[in-house]
């Protein structure tokens, strides 16, 4: 096995071992054969080749370029087979996406889905081109571990539990294995290692001393690096934990708001709960996860609460008072095991609730928070719950609010400015209530405003301006806009995030899936508390207070009765329609410039594909088109000396062109050229080593060499290039002809010749002895020279 | 521009030169290589040092040469007790006349065969120096010419040792070139049995060419062109030897005037009238390996002197020979004047250590052409030498007397 072999054997080791940091992140799944195929392959590929003598940057492109084939026949088998086809692609495409939308759907460790695994794959393929090309082809070991290191700090950041401390030292080991190889190799450079007589069966590195020894304190290394961690408390979780028995203060949740769009655009609309109700409006019974209180003017984010245990009945809702009516409902909820959520969803204004695990409850949003990586996978759960019903009037003449609330009122300045206008225009004046509902129906009526979940996800200031100026978003604009604009309005204001209502099933439950998922304001009105809002069109229903609250602003009376019958599903229903539907049917659907339809994207996607070809064709033909360019210019000179009588040039350059020609031909046949050899002797060789039938090849060879001999070291330059060319191409001719198929192949698709760096160090200086007296008297003199010559 | 004229001289001495050889080989059977060295030498007007066991023709090859040219030749047969005098003429007092007469030496000749040169005391060997680079003697302060041309072929047994002296670097610097002669082959052995075995060749050997002949040649050898870059390689070759891990002794300055020198005639004698690499890598290891001196540590991994310079030939780059390159033609135009050879202004040589050790035998056999000979001759083979310690002394066995020129130029 030579080094380099070993090198390629140690650098496919190590990719698989550190892949293992993947496998707690997925369940399983066929993904873990074909990306080990594709280490494989790319292992294989590699050491092929290297043998072949490629220039070193194209050999990492080649690793590419092949494993391109592999990953859409293993990835998407059906679509075209191995050649890459514009559909193949797109699907290739299609399924890397969908695995970044399962990716965000689903906590780790997610179901090995087809787009998982194709991201999987393609990782770790790519890993292993990068690891295979800085430890092997560029025989750097020790920066080979970042590709590795990136390959498992990824898994390490995400796995909830961290990864564990066998796949660290399964990395680890990774690591060493291609450090040790690499040692080796360089050891073995010097020499066999002397051993003493009885150590001759002692044949394999490990018993070797160096090799032991590196493998000693590699090992070492290691074990201190997993013992450690395990007997001394580091982690300021632990130290928490030993702290305080009851639970948590403080829970870091992930905002969910964040992960909104990817969920509505999940295409498999993962079914993540289901509940029954004995609401007498299942059509309001939203499910909340979330309360994002502060606004920083980039995003909505929840703030710090106190949390307490979780007592039953929980406490009262802030601000309700007993005048309000609300209805008792029972529910029961049961949630996937794939959806591992650390905050129960509940029904708003939950007042009891039966549920199993630690779950710590703020008040604030009222909301039970998993304590300790507790989540609500698998859950089953009791919730009772007061559907908070007020009158109209009694919001319209909800009281002022109290001062505590004063932080859910903070708008950033410029937003401020920024909208201000807009939100008095439409809100038009009367009571906070009525301008509250003015906002809603603007935006969920009007028909101004168009629900599309393509556009980019964010709610910050600038996808609020972006939404105020395109009119185009999804409930996580229409939401976080409404809550500005209550806030400008002097309403307290969050966004809530959860679920809108499930569809309802044969035996009555309600299913809820990632595609139900939502976000909505919630304001604050003195008297009734958090009250909630709806400002997305097509999804959710409008609470039943804000349904008649006449509109002031005369504006927006003639668009508010338009959707009801340009846009059906901008009106208020139960049901949701499905997201293409609601597209559709949009009127204003063909007006957005991004809108992609079916026959552009196809026709986008094939232009795309046949860019992306032409792009890699050149790059993979640049070095042929180069050398044939050269190859040209060289007989073109020769050519024209011919036809003009020299023109004014100096034939010497011509000749010694066709001598380089020659000579690079032979470099792109593979033979190595010396810096030593005279014109004869390689000539000589070239001769003997590209044998073949007629001596026309070694007399053209001996012609060119001769004239080349003549221009270089005679004192004066033959005068003739006749038949030069036509030499040039015999010898041409011969080589590629006496060479096997492979190394023509080579020849002419990657010439060595082309990759060669020009020598101009002192070597050059070296060669080029005449220089100095070239440039002494090249300027002037020698051209009178020539003048005086030809003139006789 | 003498163009026309070189190429006349030029096929002139071709034809000469071939005549010579022609002389030489029908008494120096299956050696041509060494034949064309020795001619090579001559028309470079350098010395030859002939080394090899005994009877394999080393005498031979200097009496051939010198057969054929008809010049005056002497021979001197080295022994340990021949003076310097010996060689360079005595003066005696003519008691008639009542003044001192200068009766010349066996150096006043056109070739001079020196036979087993290194059996002669340094002192006498040393006697040698200022005839072989200044061609000219100095005997009590009155220094006289020695005849154009004028060249030394020594003979000498690298095998048996005992009561010799091996040649000091100095004078092994003023030899041009070192041939060893090498066993004949098989078949030129059965000839000359046939042909030795009825009488010596070299009585039926005539004259094919006079002194004025190889003047005349010497002449034409001076025309040949040496590009700039040919020079420079010449320079780096040199250069290579002196910066060699392998080497103590890097080569001279006149070193690289005799490989440019060497290589004109070399390429004369192929009826080329510029030199090529190829002739400076043919000749580098015949006119630099008898100059220099291994390390310790080369002679320890049993490296010869001769595969040091084959690996440096091989290692430094030729000019222009993979890479046209554009300036490198500029000086290859018609040049106005005869090209200035950067290698004659080389600065003057300094005199070359005398201190160093003497060379510990000679382990193998150089070839002309570049290659190793065949027969590279175990170390074991050579006694270890002593130094000799009253060997760097013997340098007043030289001729003393006024010192005329620097001693690197060619007498012209």
């Known amino acids: ?792 | 521009m003498s163009t026309f004229n070189d190429q006349a001289g030029l096929k002139e001495l071709v034809a000469t030169a071939t005549r010579i050889r022609g002389a030489m080989e029908s008494v120096i059977e299956g050696k041509p290589e060494v034949v064309r060295l020795a001619l090579t030498v001559l028309l470079a007007e350098g010395h030859l040092l002939v080394e090899d066991v005994p009877g394999v023709g080393k005498t031979m090859l200097a009496k051939s040469l010198a057969r054929s040219v008809d010049c005056s030749v002497r021979r001197v047969q080295f022994t340990p007790d021949l003076l310097p005098s010996d060689i360079t003429g005595v003066s005696v007092y003519d008691q008639e006349r009542r003044e001192f007469e200068f009766k010349p030496g066996a150096i006043f000749a056109n070739i001079v065969v020196g036979d087993e040169i290194n059996r002669a005391s340094p002192k006498t060997q040393s006697a040698l120096l200022e005839c072989m680079a200044e061609r000219q003697v100095t005997v009590d302060g009155t220094t006289y010419e020695l005849q154009s041309p004028f060249m030394v072929i020594a003979t000498q047994n690298p095998v048996e040792m005992e009561g010799t002296y091996p040649l000091p670097e100095a004078q092994r610097d003023r030899f041009m070139a070192r041939v060893s002669m090498g066993y004949p082959s098989p078949e030129a052995e059965l000839e000359m049995l046939g042909v030795h075995g009825t009488g010596s060749p070299l009585d039926s050997l005539d004259p094919v060419a006079d002194a004025r002949d190889i003047v005349k040649l010497i002449e034409a050898v001076r025309e040949v062109h040496v590009s700039p870059g040919v020079a420079r390689y010449a320079v780096d070759l040199v250069n290579a030897t002196r910066n060699s891990a392998e080497l103590r002794l890097g080569a001279s300055p006149r070193a690289t005037l005799h490989l440019i020198r060497a290589a004109r005639a070399a390429a004369a004698l192929d009826n080329r009238n510029y030199v090529l690499p190829d002739d400076l890598q043919a000749l580098a290891v015949p006119v630099l390996a008898h100059r220099l001196l291994p390390t310790a540590e080369a002679q320890m991994s049993r490296r010869s002197v001769e595969q040091v310079v084959l690996d440096l030939v091989r290692l430094v780059p030729v000019p222009g020979g993979q890479d046209g390159r554009p300036q490198q033609q500029a000086a290859a135009r018609p040049a106005p004047a005869p090209v200035p050879n950067p290698v004659r202004a080389a600065a003057p040589a300094p005199r070359q250590p005398t201190m160093q050790a003497p060379q510990p035998g000679y382990a193998a056999q150089p070839g002309y052409g570049g290659h190793p000979a065949p027969y590279a001759q175990p170390q074991q083979h050579q006694p270890q030498q002593q130094p000799y310690p009253d060997q760097s002394g013997h340098y007043g066995g030289a001729p003393t007397g006024p010192f005329y020129g620097n001693g690197h130029g060619p007498a012209r």
């Open chain 1, 1 to 792: 096995m030579t080094g380099r072999l070993r090198m390629a054997v140690a650098a496919a080791f190590a990719t698989t071992l550190t892949s293992s940091s993947l496998l707690p992140l997925v369940h399983g799944g066929s993904w873990i054969a074909k990306a080990l195929g594709a280490i494989l392959l790319v292992a294989a590929t590699g050491e092929a080749v290297r043998r072949m003598a490629v220039p070193r940057p194209f050999i990492g492109t080649i690793q590419l370029v092949v494993l391109i084939p592999y990953l859409l026949l293993v990835l998407v088998p059906g679509e075209s087979g191995p050649l890459p086809t514009p559909a193949s692609i797109r699907a290739y495409g299609d399924l890397l996406h969908a695995g970044g939308v399962d990716i965000r759907g689903f906590a780790p460790p997610a179901p090995a889905t087809p787009g998982i695994a194709a991201i999987l794959v393609t990782v770790v393929a790519t890993v292993a081109v990068l690891v295979d090309t800085v430890a092997v082809t560029y025989a750097q070991a020790a920066p080979a571990g970042l590709p590795l290191l990136a390959l498992y700090s990824v898994p390490a950041a995400l796995a909830e539990s961290g990864l564990g401390w066998t796949v660290f030292l399964l990395s680890g080991l990774a690591y060493v294995v291609l450090l040790l190889a690499e040692g080796r190799e360089r050891l073995l450079r010097w020499g066999r290692p002397l051993a003493p007589a009885g150590a001759q069966a002692s044949r394999t590195s490990m018993q070797r001393p160096w090799a032991r020894g590196g493998g000693r304190i590699a090992l070492a290394t290691l074990a201190v690096a997993v013992l450690i961690p395990a007997v001394v408390p580091m982690t300021a979780n632990r130290l928490v934990d030993r702290d305080n028995g009851d639970g948590s203060d403080r829970i870091t949740t992930i905002n969910p708001v964040v992960t909104l769009k990817n969920e509505l655009n999940n295409p498999q609309n993962a079914q993540l709960l289901t509940y029954t109700t004995n609401a007498p409006q299942p059509n309001t019974f939203y499910l909340r996860i979330a309360a994002l209180d502060t606004f920083d003017g980039n995003s909505w984010q929840p703030s710090e609460q106190p949390l307490t245990k979780v007592t039953t009945p929980l406490p009262a809702p802030v601000g309700l008072t007993p005048g309000v009516k609300a209805d008792r409902v029972v529910s029961e909820i049961r949630a996937g095991k794939n959806y591992p959520q650390n905050s129960l969803p509940l029904p708003w204004a939950a007042s009891e609730v039966k549920v199993k695990g630690r779950w710590r409850y703020e008040n604030e949003g009222r909301l039970l928070l998993g304590d300790n990586k507790q989540t609500v996978a698998g859950q089953r759960y009791d919730v009772v719950s007061l559907d908070v019903k007020p009158t109209e009037e009694q919001l319209r003449n909800a009281g002022p609010v109290p001062p505590e609330l004063n932080r859910y009122k903070e708008v950033p300045p410029e937003l401020r400015y920024s909208l201000s206008t807009k939100t008095k225009e439409k809100a038009g004046v009367g009571s906070p209530f009525e301008q509250a509902a003015r906002l809603q129906k603007w935006f969920a009526e009007s028909g101004e405003f168009r629900y599309d979940t393509k556009i980019p996800a964010g709610n910050g200031a600038n996808a609020i301006d972006n939404f105020m100026d395109q009119k185009v978003g999804y409930c996580e604009q229409f939401a976080s806009t409404m809550a500005i604009m209550a806030r400008i309005l002097g309403i307290p204001s969050r966004v809530a995030v959860g679920f809108v209502p499930g569809t309802q099933q044969a035996d009555g439950s309600y299913k809820v899936g990632s595609r139900d998922a939502h976000a909505w304001p919630e304001l604050y009105f003195a008297g009734t508390g958090w009250v909630r809002f709806e400002p997305t069109p097509s999804r959710g229903t409008g609470p039943a207070y804000t349904q008649n609250v006449p509109t002031a602003v005369p504006t927006t009376q003639a668009p508010s009765t338009a959707p009801s019958t340009t846009a059906p599903s901008a009106a208020p229903r139960p049901t949701q329609c499905r997201l293409d539907e609601c597209d559709s049917a949009k009127p204003s659907a063909s007006a957005a410039p991004a809108k992609s339809d079916d026959g552009g994207g196809w026709l986008t996607g094939t232009l795309i594909g046949a860019g992306v070809t032409l792009v890699v064709l050149l790059i993979l033909a640049a070095p042929m088109l180069a050398r044939r360019h050269v190859r040209q210019r060289r007989l073109g000179a020769l050519s024209r000396d011919v036809a003009d009588g020299g023109g004014g040039r100096d034939p010497g350059d011509a000749v010694l062109g066709a001598w380089t020609e020659t000579l690079d031909t032979a470099r792109d046949l593979g033979v190595r050229i010396e810096p030593s050899e005279t014109p004869r002797q390689l000539a000589a060789r070239l001769a003997e080593e590209f044998p073949t039938d007629g001596v026309y090849f070694s007399e053209a060879l001996e012609r060119i060499a001769l004239a080349a001999e003549q221009v270089l070291y005679a004192p004066e330059a033959p005068q003739r290039t006749m038949g030069l060319a036509e030499d040039v191409r015999t010898a041409r001719t011969a080589m590629l002809a006496a060479s096997p198929r492979g190394t023509r192949f080579r020849a002419t698709f990657l010439p060595a010749s082309t990759f060669r760096r020009r020598d101009d160090g002192p070597l050059d200086r070296l060669r080029s002895g005449r220089r100095l007296d070239a440039d002494g008297d090249a300027g002037n003199g020698t051209d009178d020279r020539e003048r005086e010559t030809s003139g006789v």
